[in-house]
C-alpha cells in the first residue's frame, strides 16, 4: 500500500478512537467537577447546619442569661439590692434603674458611688441620656426578642441591646416593668465570652474528635473569640460557611473550616475513578476496533509484500541461470541465426521472452530493494535518446506482435548525466504498461525533449485510458485497476510505482498527463517522465557528475 | 433558717487611754470550722486636733480540724497550656506535677483536667476520683501543639468546676501556662474580668506562669482579680512541689465567700484599701476574700482618714461585720466587730499604743505598691525613677524595721533591693525580674502562703 494512502488511514483510525475517546472523557470529567460541586455544596450546607447548630448554643446562653435576670421574680428596685446583685450576679457588671419619669434611681444620682460604677455611667453617658434607644433599637429588629408583654405584668417589655465599648461589643439587657421601671444590666463581657466557649463543644482528640473540621467564633473585628474541631486551616484561608449570629451578637460571626482533602476524597473520588475507567474501556474498545480494521486493510499489502519477499527470493535464484540462457540464446542467434530463418525467428522470440524475464526480475528485486532503502542511481555521460532508441528497438517485435506501432520521436540528442540502468527500467515499465493495457490502441508514441536542465519523456497509448479517480492510485504498488482491463495482462503491479520512485530519485517525476480540464484524456494515457539531466560540458570527458557526493555516500552506504 | 452567730465581744478599757478595741468573736463547734477575725488599728490612740491618716488592719485566720482526712472536699479543674512551646520537659513535668498532685485527693473531691492549645480539650469533665488511672491515663497522653488558647482554657476549667459548685467545697481552677495567650480575650484586663466574674461564684483561679515566656501581668491580674495565688515557676522541676504546694493551699481552706463590711464612723472617711479590691461607697467599704486558710492569716488593711478630735474623745472608727461560708456546715456565718479610737494630746500615749503588727503590715503593703508602681515606670522607660522609687522604698523599711525587727520585714527589703538591681537590667533579664516582682506583688497582697 502507498505510505501516504496508509498515513491517511492512520489518521482516519486514530480520529476514530481519540475523538469519542476525548469527547467521553470530557463528559466524564464534567460529571466529575459537578460532583465534586454538589459534594462541596453538600458540605457547605452540611457545616452551614452546624453553625446554625452552634449559633443555637449561643443564643441558649443568651437566653438562660435572660432568663436568670428577668424572669426570677421583679429585680429589686432600691440601690443597696442593686449592688448586692451586682456583688453576686456573676453575669452581671453593672446595673442602672429609672424610675418611670425617666430619673436614674441607681447608681443613685445623689449620694456617694463607688470607682466601678462611675466608670459604669461613663460606659453608658450616652444610652442613659436618651434611653428610648434600647425600645428603638429593638423594634428595629435588632433583638430577635421583640418586646413581649408578659401575662404577668402587662405593658412590660424587655430586649438586648448591644454598643460598642473600648475592647468591643457590649451587651445590655433591659426591662420595662409594668411600673415603669427601666432596668439595664450590663453583661460582664468577658464572662460571657467564657459561658459561649464552656457551651460550644471542645476539641477531644482521638475519640470522638472529627479531625477534619474547625470553628470559629469572630468578633466585630474578625478575631477569634474561640474555635473548635481538629483541622488547622491556614491562615487566610476562606470558610467552607460563614453566617452573622442573630442579634443581639450580629457583629459577630461563626465560620466553619473544612479539610479540603475531605471534599475531595467523599464520592467524587470514585465518581472519578469510576468515569476513568469507563473512558479507559471505551478508548480500549475503540482502540482494538480501529486496530482490527487497520489489520484487514493492511492486509492484503502485506500478503503482496509476503509474495514479493517469496518472489524476490526466488527472483535471485532464478537471476543466474536466466543471464546465461540469455546470453548463450543471443550468441546462438548471433552465430547461427542467419542460418535459418525458422531457427532465427525462434530464437528471437526466446530472447524478448528472456528480457521480458529479466525485467521482471529486476522490478521485483527493485521493489524489494526499495522496501529497504532509497534507490541509488549511478550517472554516466549519455544520451538520452539513444537509450530510448534502444530500448525501442528491443520492445518492437513485441509491439509488433500485438499490431501495435511503436512510433519515436527524440530531440534529446544531448550528452548530458544520466543513469542509464534506472532510464531503461522506467522506459521497461511505462512501454511493458503499454504493451499490457494497450493493445486496443494502433499506435504507441514516445517522444523525447531535452530543456535546460531536465529531459522530458512522453509515452503514450491509445489503450481505454484512466479515470481521474485512479490517477494517482496506478501508481500504487499492487493496484491494478478494474478486473476487465486485466484482462489478458499479467504482472506484478509494483511497474509504475518503481518507474515513478526511479524518476523521483532522479530528480524529476512521473505523472499521468492531465487534460485541461484536470481529468486524464478520455481515450489513451500518456504517461510523462521528467529527469533532471544536467548537461555535461565535454560528452568525451569522464567529468564528474554534478551530484557525484551524493552518489558516492549513497554508494559506500 | 440560718443560725447566726453574733458575738460581740466588746471589751471597753477603762476611761483611759486603752480605747483601742478589739472584737473576737467565734463560738465553734468542736470539729468544726470557723474564722477568728482580729480587729487591730495601726494606733489605738491618735493625736488630738489634727487631721490624719490611719489603718484598720482586720485579720481572718481559719480554725478548722487539723486532720486531713477532715478538710472540706475541693472542686478543682487543672488548666494546663500544651501548645507547642510546652514540648518537652516542661509537659512531661507539668503531668508529673499535676498526676502527683491529684494523689492527694479523697474520693470526696471532684477534679477535672482541661488541655488546651488552638483549641481546648476537655481531657476529664469534673469527676470524683473514682478511676484514678483512667485520669492519669488521659494526662500521659497530652502532647504538645498549636498556640496558646488561654481564654477559652479557663472557660473550659471554670465551667467544669461551676458544674458542680459546692458551698461545702473549695472551687479553684489551677491554670499552668508557658507562653502568651494568642487565641480568644488576651489581655490582662480581660483575663481580670473574667476572674473578677467567677470570683462572684466563688472561684478561684490560681495561676503558674512557667519559665519566661508567659504574660506574668496577665497571670498576676487573673490570680489577684479572682483573690487566686499566682507563682512564677522558672524551671519544670519545681513544678511538683509549686502543685503540691498549691494543692496545701487548697486543702487548709476552711471558708469560703468571705466579705468583709466595714462601715467607718463620724469623722472617719475610707480612703483604699491596700492591695485587694475592695468597694468603697460613701462611708462603706466592702472587702471580699475568695477563702480563708486554717494556715495562714489573711488580713484586709482598710486607710482612713480621721477628722480632727479634742483630746480624750472617744470615738467608733468602724463597725466590721463578717460573712463568710463554712465549708463544713454549708451555711452563712456572721460575725462583727468594732474598733475604738481615743484621741490624746500626749504624744507618748500616742507612740504607746502602736501597734506592730499593723505597721508591719503597713510598711508591707505600701512597698509592695512602691514595686507596683515601679514596674509601671520601668514599664514606661522611666528606669532612673523606678530605681529611685525603690531604693528609697529599701531605706524606709530599712529605717522603720530598726524599731520593728520584722524578718518579714527584712525580707522584703532584700526583695526590693533586688528590684532595685532588676529595674536596670537589659530587657531579658528584666522580664525575668518583673515575673520575679509580680509573684512577690501577689504572695504579699493576698498573704499568700507560699
Redesign the interface.
Known amino acids: 500500500m502507498h505510505s501516504r494512502a496508509r498515513g491517511r488511514l492512520v489518521v482516519a483510525l486514530s480520529l476514530m478512537v481519540l475523538i469519542p475517546a476525548a469527547l467521553l472523557g470530557w463528559l466524564a470529567r464534567e460529571v466529575v467537577v459537578a460532583d465534586r460541586h454538589r459534594a462541596q455544596r453538600a458540605l457547605g450546607s452540611l457545616v452551614g447546619g452546624e453553625l446554625h447548630q452552634a449559633e443555637a448554643r449561643v443564643l441558649g446562653v443568651l437566653e438562660r442569661r435572660r432568663a436568670e435576670l428577668l424572669d426570677r421574680g421583679p429585680t429589686p428596685t432600691d440601690t443597696a439590692a442593686l449592688?448586692v446583685l451586682v456583688?453576686?450576679?456573676?453575669?452581671v457588671?453593672q446595673v442602672f434603674l429609672l424610675g418611670s419619669d425617666g430619673r436614674r434611681l441607681h447608681p443613685p444620682a445623689l449620694?456617694?458611688?463607688?470607682?466601678?460604677?462611675e466608670a459604669f455611667l461613663q460606659r453608658v453617658r450616652g444610652l442613659l441620656a436618651d434611653p428610648l434607644q434600647l425600645v428603638v433599637a429593638d423594634e428595629e429588629g435588632a433583638s430577635p426578642k421583640k418586646t413581649r408583654p408578659t401575662a404577668a405584668a402587662p405593658g412590660a417589655a424587655q430586649g438586648w441591646y448591644a454598643w460598642f465599648w473600648e475592647?468591643g461589643l457590649q451587651l445590655l439587657l433591659w426591662q420595662r416593668s409594668s411600673a415603669g421601671y427601666l432596668i439595664g444590666f450590663e453583661l460582664?463581657?468577658?464572662?460571657l465570652?467564657?459561658?459561649l466557649?464552656?457551651a460550644l463543644p471542645?476539641?477531644?482528640?482521638?475519640r470522638l474528635a472529627d479531625p477534619r473540621r474547625?470553628t470559629v467564633l469572630v468578633d466585630e473585628r474578625g478575631e477569634?473569640?474561640?474555635?473548635?474541631?481538629?483541622y488547622?486551616p491556614a491562615p487566610g484561608a476562606s470558610p467552607a460557611a460563614s453566617i452573622a449570629l442573630a442579634a443581639p451578637l450580629q457583629a459577630w460571626r461563626l465560620r466553619g473550616f473544612i479539610d479540603p482533602r475531605v471534599t475531595a476524597a467523599s464520592t467524587g473520588r470514585s465518581l472519578a475513578l469510576a468515569a476513568g475507567a469507563g473512558v479507559l474501556a471505551v478508548t480500549l474498545a475503540l482502540g482494538g476496533l480501529a486496530l482490527f480494521l487497520w489489520r484487514e486493510s493492511t492486509r492484503a499489502a502485506r500478503e503482496a509484500a509476503q509474495r514479493v519477499s517469496f518472489v524476490s527470493r526466488v527472483s535471485h535464484e532464478l537471476k543466474t541461470p536466466l543471464t546465461n540462457i540469455r546470453m548463450y540464446s543471443e550468441l546462438l542467434e548471433a552465430d547461427f541465426g542467419a542460418g535459418d530463418p525458422r531457427a532465427a525467428g525462434y530464437l528471437q522470440i526466446v530472447n524478448s521472452e528472456c528480457r521480458r524475464l529479466s525485467r521482471l526480475i529486476d522490478n521485483v528485486l527493485s521493489f524489494a530493494r526499495q522496501q529497504r532503502t532509497a534507490p541509488l542511481l549511478r550517472r554516466s555521460v549519455g544520451q538520452v535518446d539513444a537509450l530510448v532508441r534502444e530500448l525501442i528497438t528491443a520492445f518492437e517485435p513485441a509491439f509488433a506482435a500485438r499490431g501495435v506501432q511503436l512510433v519515436f520521436s527524440g530531440q534529446a540528442e544531448r550528452p548530458v548525466w544520466v543513469d542509464a540502468d534506472a532510464l531503461r527500467q522506467i522506459l521497461n515499465n511505462l512501454l511493458s504498461n503499454a504493451e499490457k493495457y494497450a493493445s486496443g490502441g494502433k499506435v504507441v508514441q514516445v517522444s523525447t525533449r531535452a530543456r535546460a536542465h531536465t529531459t522530458e519523456i512522453r509515452v503514450s497509448d491509445q489503450g481505454p485510458g484512466i479515470s481521474a479517480t485512479q490517477a494517482e492510485r496506478v501508481f500504487e504498488p499492487f493496484v491494478r485497476l478494474s478486473s476487465a482491463l486485466d484482462e489478458g495482462a499479467s504482472g506484478t503491479g509494483i511497474g509504475l510505482g518503481i518507474a515513478r520512485e526511479l524518476a523521483r530519485a532522479h530528480g524529476g517525476d512521473l505523472v499521468l498527463e492531465q487534460d485541461e480540464g484536470g481529468a486524464p484524456a478520455p481515450r489513451g494515457a500518456t504517461f510523462v517522465v521528467t529527469l533532471r539531466t544536467e548537461a555535461a560540458a565535454d560528452p568525451a570527458a569522464g567529468a564528474e557528475p554534478p551530484s557525484a557526493a551524493t552518489t558516492d555516500s549513497r554508494d559506500r552506504a | 433558717m440560718k443560725p447566726r452567730t453574733k458575738l460581740r465581744t466588746t471589751r471597753a478599757s477603762g476611761p483611759a487611754l486603752a480605747l483601742l478595741l478589739l472584737t473576737l468573736g467565734t463560738s465553734l463547734p468542736a470539729a468544726g470550722y470557723g474564722v477568728k477575725m482580729s480587729v487591730e488599728l495601726s494606733h489605738g490612740v491618735l493625736e488630738a486636733h489634727r487631721r490624719q491618716h490611719a489603718f484598720l488592719k482586720v485579720g481572718l485566720v481559719g480554725d478548722g480540724p487539723r486532720e486531713p482526712s477532715q478538710r472540706a472536699a475541693v472542686n478543682v479543674a487543672l488548666v494546663l497550656d500544651r501548645s507547642g512551646s510546652m514540648a518537652g520537659g516542661k509537659l512531661e513535668q507539668a503531668k508529673r506535677a499535676a498526676i502527683q498532685a491529684l494523689e492527694g485527693l479523697g474520693p470526696e473531691d471532684i477534679v477535672s483536667v482541661v488541655a488546651y492549645d488552638t483549641t481546648v480539650e476537655v481531657l476529664v469533665p469534673a469527676t470524683k476520683l473514682s478511676d484514678r488511672a483512667a485520669v492519669y491515663r488521659q494526662i500521659e497522653q497530652l502532647r504538645a501543639r498549636g498556640t496558646t488558647a488561654l481564654f477559652a482554657g479557663v472557660s473550659k476549667g471554670a465551667h467544669e468546676v461551676l458544674k458542680f459548685l459546692s458551698g461545702r467545697g473549695v472551687n479553684r481552677v489551677i491554670l499552668l501556662s508557658d507562653g502568651l495567650a494568642n487565641v480568644g480575650p488576651s489581655s490582662p484586663g480581660a483575663l481580670a474580668e473574667l476572674g473578677t466574674s467567677l470570683a462572684k461564684n466563688g472561684i478561684t483561679v490560681s495561676t503558674i506562669g512557667l519559665g519566661l515566656g508567659y504574660n506574668e501581668d496577665l497571670m498576676y491580674r487573673l490570680a489577684g482579680a479572682s483573690d487566686g495565688n499566682h507563682v512564677f515557676v522558672e524551671r519544670e522541676d519545681q513544678l511538683p512541689a509549686v502543685f503540691a504546694r498549691e494543692f496545701g493551699d487548697m486543702f487548709a481552706v476552711v471558708a469560703g465567700e468571705v466579705e468583709l463590711r466595714i462601715r467607718c464612723g463620724k469623722g472617719i472617711r475610707p480612703l483604699r484599701v491596700l492591695g485587694r479590691a475592695a468597694r468603697i461607697i460613701g462611708d462603706e467599704v466592702s472587702v471580699r476574700l475568695s477563702q480563708v486558710q486554717a494556715t495562714v492569716q489573711k488580713y484586709v488593711l482598710l486607710e482612713v482618714e480621721v477628722d480632727p478630735q479634742p483630746a480624750g474623745q472617744t470615738l467608733t472608727l468602724a463597725e466590721i461585720v463578717l460573712h463568710y461560708r463554712s465549708l463544713d456546715r454549708e451555711r452563712a456565718e456572721q460575725q462583727s466587730g468594732r474598733a475604738q479610737i481615743g484621741f490624746s494630746a500626749a504624744s507618748e500615749a500616742v507612740a504607746a499604743s502602736a501597734n506592730r503588727a499593723v505597721a508591719v503590715a503597713v510598711l508591707e503593703q505600701l512597698a509592695n505598691d512602691a514595686t507596683k508602681q515601679a514596674v509601671e515606670l520601668r514599664d514606661a522607660g522611666r528606669i532612673a525613677e523606678a530605681r529611685v522609687l525603690l531604693k528609697k522604698n529599701v531605706g524606709a523599711l530599712k529605717a522603720s524595721n530598726q524599731a520593728l525587727k520584722s524578718k518579714q520585714l527584712d525580707a522584703l527589703e532584700q526583695d526590693l533591693a533586688t528590684a532595685a538591681e532588676g529595674v536596670d537590667q537589659p530587657e531579658a533579664e528584666w522580664q525575668r525580674t518583673r515575673k520575679v516582682m509580680r509573684g512577690q506583688q501577689r504572695r504579699v497582697e493576698s498573704q499568700q502562703a507560699f
Open positions: 449592688r456583688a453576686e450576679q456573676a453575669a457588671r449620694g456617694p458611688l463607688s470607682v466601678e460604677e475592647d460582664d463581657r468577658y464572662r465570652l467564657a459561658d466557649a464552656a471542645d476539641t477531644p482528640r482521638g474547625r477569634a473569640l474561640y474555635e473548635w474541631g481538629g488547622d
